[in-house]
């Protein structure tokens, strides 16, 4: 089936001054044509057509790093106590409502008895209602590193080639390493390196040979460090990034995916659990300290022309809820002085290169999956707008 969306003001990701009274033409899962609704092909003028003037199109949303079995609300060891059942039975709900929210695609940087790889394929299947997802599998950790109780542990050389092979034998499209320290789990020195070069690099020759990329928690400079000359793809948090660092990432062409909102929870917008305050009350100086860093770290990076991507970290801790995360993402970037245009790039264009996935998704441009995202008030005007919803759009359908 072919059908136009007609008059709505166009932002298509790639980042120019939006198109006032668009028209995008969907033809079954794709986008077949996109432009002013004026220069439409004479071949499209009998499509159905759907007037949505008065609202604002974009590209579906794009999670670059996000932990779908885990409901950011519970702590992490309440969590690996439930049945598997009980983990996939709220997994599915929560994949739901992240679709619903506008995030058409998810990168998963961290899973649960590979119970992410099964949500995958639902989605695919289209047993379930679900973003598009690329995931790692399990996280790959030093003996005792961070998040140890939900990684596979390894240590030296060869137990890293291994744990990478065994992720990317289960289904892995990614392999996701802990490089340094993190505040999620107790006792740990966020910048402490946990891996060597020699180990990080054991594991982005296996994932490269294999078509993966290679993701790695960092927050600590010489993390960072270490990850750059061991071939890693994405830096994920990338909180005390410096000069020499930013350097090394132009040079390499590696991305840093900024989790904002992970370091900067949502305090008031909802009560909080005895298990929340605990853990907002034990983390409150690292947040502190993180929020004046990151705004730090960001600007660093844009005058470096680090290339950005970002992801909310939702699921990722008890203080990370899958309720809108991905808009309060963006709202975030804009509080550290990216303009909204920016922000959106980052959050579908930018985020789609760095899944590999940009061929298919990230921009309204004719070709790549009808994946939109429709408000009903300029998200410009005020980036909070991400959540005025009027529709969300999945492979040319409506969810
Ligand atoms: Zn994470």
């Not at 949303?61 to 039975?89: M, P, Q, W």
């Not at 679900?130 to 599998?137: A, E, F, I, N, V």
């Not at 990478?164 to 402490?192: N, W």
Request: charged share 25%.
């Amino acid at each position: 089936m072919t059908y136009i969306l007609a008059g709505a003001t166009l932002i298509d990701g790639n980042g120019g001054e939006p198109l006032a009274d668009a028209a995008v033409v969907i033809r079954g899962e794709r986008i077949a044509w996109a432009g002013a609704a004026s220069q439409l092909p004479a071949e499209f003028q009998d499509a159905k057509r759907y007037d949505i003037s008065g609202k604002w199109l974009l590209p579906g949303l794009i999670d670059a790093h996000i932990h779908i079995c885990y409901n950011g609300a519970d702590s992490v060891f309440t969590l690996l106590e439930k049945s598997r059942d009980a983990l996939v039975l709220e997994a599915v709900d929560i994949c739901k409502r992240t679709l619903r929210q506008g995030v058409t695609t998810i990168r998963d940087v961290g899973g649960e008895r590979y119970i992410e790889m099964s949500l995958r394929d639902a989605i695919r299947r289209g047993f379930i209602e679900g973003p598009r997802m690329k995931l790692s599998g399990r996280v790959i950790s030093m003996t005792g590193g961070h998040a140890h109780f939900i990684a596979r542990e390894a240590d030296g050389p060869d137990e890293m080639r291994k744990a990478a092979r065994e992720q990317i034998k289960a289904g892995a499209d990614l392999v996701k390493l802990m490089a340094t320290g993190g505040s999620a789990t107790p006792g740990q020195d966020i910048h402490a390196s946990q891996l060597t070069v020699a180990e990080i690099s054991a594991v982005t020759e296996v994932a490269h040979m294999m078509g993966r990329t290679v993701a790695a928690h960092c927050h600590g400079t010489g993390g960072i460090r270490n990850c750059m000359l061991g071939g890693v793809d994405s830096i994920e948090h990338g909180t005390y990034l410096n000069e020499e660092t930013a350097d090394m990432m132009v040079e390499r062409g590696a991305s840093l995916v900024l989790t904002v909102g992970v370091g900067n929870p949502d305090l008031q917008s909802y009560a909080l659990s005895p298990v929340q305050q605990a853990d907002a009350e034990r983390r409150k100086p690292m947040i502190e300290q993180g929020v004046k860093q990151i705004r730090k770290t960001i600007a660093l990076a844009r005058s470096k022309g680090v290339f950005l991507g970002c992801g909310t970290d939702a699921g990722g801790n008890p203080l990370a809820p899958h309720n809108f995360a991905m808009a309060r993402e963006l709202e975030l970037l804009v509080e550290n002085d990216l303009t909204a245009l920016e922000a959106i790039s980052i959050g579908t264009r930018n985020n789609a290169k760095i899944l590999r996935w940009d061929e298919e998704i990230g921009t309204v441009d004719a070709g790549k999956y009808a994946d939109l995202l429709l408000l009903n008030s300029s998200p410009l005007a005020d980036i909070r707008n991400l959540r005025d919803i009027a529709a969300v759009f999945k492979g040319g359908r409506k969810v």
